[in-house]
């Protein structure tokens, strides 16, 4: 059976996302609610339409039959699954692509790999799923290198062991999310960190990139399941002690946790793991006022009552998902545990909603032995939006729409007038550059010290000039964003998109600290040059 094809242009695989009446009835009503002419929908590209570079370098034969420089893995390798790359790929735009896709076996040819890159001053660039939206699997520019390899790791793809009185398990970095869910579901378990590109991300991508997932307070972060790594670099292999906790120092494991492929290639990590739940409790709670419900969101965060899920719309994103018909903010809210019901807790949270203005239901925060509250009201409504919005984005780009999103995060004291003043740059950027516009936000994760605004811009394009205008809004709400005190990423990592705002949010000392790392791991700066830092 021959196997499933991934679009090398946008999400997913060839044979997914909407068909042609559904993409027509898309344009329809995208040109109605901005009141806009029809609009055309330009085709995907064909990889017949593509004239890539010829490759600069070749394999040795030693590794020839791991490797190929055809047309399509080049292409699909070349880009991530950003708004950005989405629109070079449309415009069948690939002036750099990577000269060879290099597919390991095993850890024994991803060492081979990563000799022949380093004996050859060859960039080489990790690649997990592709999902990157910032830039972080594409080649370096320039001419530094002789040449550029991406290293898929999509056969390193196992559970190797299972130690269930830790509840933890070995697992090789390559394997996407849903293979590992199945490979752990026999087993009872499960790592329940679920990000929005769970369907091609990998294991060692969600390790590399500090990836957010599912549970909206407390696990909120992979850094949170890691128990030890293993990392192959170029001066040799470093591995962490397999612990609950240790105070022995500077963590190993968070020197390569969000290291973004710059110092060494992730092969296997020790994850602790979560059983299967089976209680579930979900409740969608609408306010009039958007801060006041975020105030119900700071209550319940400090209260120490850990939902699984604590994510507040405001009325435009809460509208755009089917979440209400009316101008209003919901908050989704849920339990779930493997252990007990989950009725007390609610009932605390449903109590601090009402605190601060928020309309319960009337069949709220019953504990269920299924998986429906996930799948039902506005909570199913708004989970159907989240998981769908990665294949309808393409389609939005064919359209010649500018659409993309920004997340951050700020403490509570200053989330009111932070929030006003990154939505009114949003807006009034949008506006400035693309006429008109829309700008939401929502609430991804929160912690009890503030939350994690998750913020979208939808606005009509000028056909051809759709990517220079996203970069313009892009430099405008990054460029406040660090000024008034966020971070310039909360999960989606730096890559080379964020890079000019990292630099001025991260530390001087730690970015000499982390050359000195890069230059003691990786002397040569073969790995992912231009990601967080500049090799010497």
């Not at 319960?360 to 199913?380: F, L, M, N, Q, V």
């Amino acid at each position: 059976m021959a196997e499933r094809r991934r679009k090398f242009w946008g999400w997913g695989y060839e044979d997914q996302g909407p068909n042609p009446d559904q993409q027509r009835h898309m344009a329809e009503r995208m040109a109605n609610r901005f009141g806009l002419g029809p609009l055309e929908i330009t085709p995907p590209p064909k990889e017949s339409e593509l004239n890539l570079r010829a490759p600069r370098v070749a394999p040795p034969d030693s590794l020839a039959s791991i490797c190929t420089s055809a047309t399509y893995d080049r292409a699909l390798h070349s880009y991530g699954s950003s708004f950005r790359d989405v629109v070079r790929a449309f415009r069948r735009f690939f002036p750099n692509p990577f000269d060879v896709v290099a597919y390991p076996r095993d850890e024994a040819d991803l060492i081979r790999v990563l000799e022949w890159c380093d004996r050859e001053n060859l960039a080489a660039v990790p690649f997990g799923g592709g999902s990157s939206v910032v830039g972080g699997v594409e080649p370096p520019a320039g001419d530094r290198y002789r040449g550029a390899v991406s290293i898929d790791l999509k056969h390193l793809n196992r559970v190797l062991e299972v130690d269930k009185l830790s509840r933890a398990a070995r697992i090789q970095a390559g394997v996407l999310g849903p293979a590992l869910d199945d490979q752990l579901r026999s087993h009872g378990y499960t790592i329940r960190h679920f990000p929005q590109s769970f369907e091609f991300s990998s294991l060692g991508g969600w390790i590399a990139t500090r990836s957010g997932g599912h549970f909206a307070t407390l696990y909120t972060h992979i850094d949170d399941f890691v128990e030890s790594v293993r990392v192959v670099t170029p001066t040799g292999i470093v591995e962490s002690r397999r612990l609950p906790g240790s105070g022995a120092g500077p963590s190993p494991d968070r020197m390569f946790i969000g290291s973004e492929g710059i110092l060494g290639i992730i092969t296997e990590a020790w994850m602790r793991l979560q059983d299967r739940p089976t209680f579930r409790a979900g409740a969608s709670v609408p306010f009039d006022d958007f801060f006041a419900a975020a105030e119900a969101v700071r209550q319940i965060s400090q209260a120490g009552l850990y939902p699984a899920n604590c994510r507040l719309l405001d009325p435009g994103e809460a509208f755009n998902a089917g979440a209400t018909d009316k101008n209003e903010a919901v908050l989704v809210l849920a339990f779930e545990s493997a252990d007990h019901p989950l009725d007390p807790w609610m009932k605390r949270a449903l109590e601090c909603c009402a605190d601060h203005g928020g309309r319960i239901p009337a069949d709220a925060g019953k504990t269920r032995s299924d998986e429906k509250a996930t799948h039902e009201g506005a909570a199913g409504a708004w989970r159907n939006a989240f998981l769908n919005a990665p294949y309808l984005r393409d389609t939005v780009v064919a359209m010649g729409m500018v659409s993309d999103t920004f997340e951050t995060a700020i403490t509570w004291d200053r989330f009111r007038d932070f929030h006003s003043q990154m939505m009114a740059c949003a807006t009034d950027a949008v506006k400035r550059i693309c006429g008109k516009g829309t700008v939401t936000c929502r609430f991804t994760h929160v912690y009890p010290d503030g939350p994690a605004p998750y913020y979208t811009i939808l606005a009509p394009g000028r056909r051809g000039s759709e990517m220079e205008q996203w970069d313009e809004i892009k430099a405008a709400v990054s460029d406040l964003l660090i000024k008034i005190g966020g971070t310039i990423t909360h999960h989606h990592a730096v890559g080379r998109d964020h890079r000019p705002w990292y630099d001025r949010q991260r530390p001087e000392g730690f970015a000499r600290a982390l050359k000195a790392a890069k230059r003691a791991l990786d002397p040569r700066g073969i790995l992912n040059p231009g990601v967080l830092i500049d090799p010497d």
